[in-house]
């Protein structure tokens, strides 16, 4: 059975949602799925796991949560040889015109080793398209 974590940040809501989504489709493949707010994630969550998520609003055009989220992803680097090609899907929220979050997003994680198989960014709240794409995600975190 594959061990999926999946890892938030949310003030409104839309990101709890999602993740709670993702969760779902993980499980339907399988999957033992342990899903935290990152508050209440330790590093072993993310080590202990064969794939895993991360979920953030963005505060501009290029950020993600900074009081939460970010610390708690920066020490990740510290273990890139663990985290070395696992798999790793993003998700966010955003309120403005611009997505360029997304991609600075991507990289800094696939220079902490993972692999980015996978991110949603959503404009305002999810669409059903979106929350099917976000649970096929999660199917795709338990293959």
């Known amino acids: 059975m594959k061990k ?3 890892i938030y940040w949310s003030c409104g809501g ?15 493949q399988g999957a033992e799925v342990r899903i935290k707010h ?3 994630a330790t590093i072993e969550d993310v080590l202990e796991a064969d794939s895993v998520a991360f979920g953030s609003p ?4 290029a950020k ?9 992803l920066e020490q990740l680097k510290d273990y ?4 070395k090609k696992k ?19 991507k990289d800094e994680m696939t ?16 669409t059903k398209k979106q929350t099917n794409l976000i649970k096929k995600l999660g199917k795709d975190l338990a293959n």
Request: proline share 3%; net charge negative; with cysteine.
């Open 4 to 6: 999926v974590s999946i």
């Open 14 to 28: 839309n990101i709890e949602a999602l993740a709670n989504t993702m969760a779902d489709g993980a499980r339907e």
């Open 38 to 40: 990152v508050a209440d």
């Open 58 to 61: 963005a505060v501009d055009a």
């Open 64 to 72: 993600i949560e900074q009081l939460e989220m970010k610390p708690f």
């Open 80 to 83: 890139s040889k663990d985290n």
């Open 87 to 105: 798999n790793c899907i993003l998700f966010a929220t955003y309120g403005w015109i611009e997505d360029t979050f997304m991609k600075i997003w």
């Open 111 to 126: 220079s902490y080793g993972f692999n980015v198989m996978g991110d949603l960014a959503v404009k305002d709240s999810p």
